[in-house]
């Protein structure tokens, strides 16, 4: 996979950034800067293309997933970001998933798999339209949840879905409604805050 390495400050968190559809991997780089200057971030490119566009994983239709494919890029993924941890000498438990979109979606296949490695995750405008047939004990996670009440994409019943995926299994999650399909100033005043909250600067 192709991705982009920016150093933090040597023992801070570092970003793992998972672009949108039709993004790569820069496209967040700028929003992990603004969020915290001194954590390191990585910028990951999806191996998927779809009409041209970079995707984590494939669909049959808008909201509809390949769940095959989405189980097997899933573990591709967690595999090459464990390979980039050894690679750059970094803990996943110092790891945040920051997603966008299809970024977020595939961050969440991440955080629900059962050999999960990774705590905290700030998920922008996610839609998860998958039945999880069983439980598991998510009390670990830390959970930032950006979701937009007149979402073109997502509606509102899938953010719900999102937010009680989590909190029904025992995250700790942080949900913030925006307008739309985005990250705006609010949602980075807003994780910028919940990032200090967690106390994560050694």
């Known amino acids: 996979m192709k991705y982009i390495y920016n150093p933090g400050k040597e023992g801070m968190p570092i970003f793992i950034t998972l672009h949108g559809t ?9 929003v992990a800067e603004v969020l915290n200057p001194d954590f390191g ?17 494939k669909r049959k239709a808008e909201g509809v997933y390949d769940m095959e494919d989405l189980a097997i890029r899933g573990q591709e ?25 299809n970024g977020s979606n595939i961050a969440i296949n991440l955080l629900l798999q059962d050999d999960n490695p990774f705590k905290y995750a700030m ?22 949840l950006s979701m937009g009440e007149h979402d073109p994409i997502v509606p509102l019943s899938e953010s719900e879905r999102v937010i009680n995926i989590f909190k029904n299994q025992g995250a700790t999650v942080q949900g913030l409604w925006v307008n739309s399909h985005e990250i705006n100033p609010q949602v980075i005043l807003a994780g910028k805050n919940w990032l200090k909250e967690l106390k994560l600067n050694p």
């Open 123 to 144: 998920l922008l405008a996610p839609m998860y339209p998958v039945e999880i047939e069983e439980s598991k004990d998510l009390s670990n996670l830390e959970i930032f």
């Open 41 to 57: 971030a990585i910028g990951i490119r999806g191996n998927v293309i779809e009409n041209g566009m970079n995707r984590y994983f």
């Open 77 to 101: 993924l967690k595999k090459f970001i464990l390979e980039l941890a050894d690679k750059y000498n970094f803990s996943t438990e110092q790891v945040i998933l920051l997603g966008f979109s």
């Open 22 to 30: 039709g993004g790569d991997e820069t496209n967040l780089l700028p």
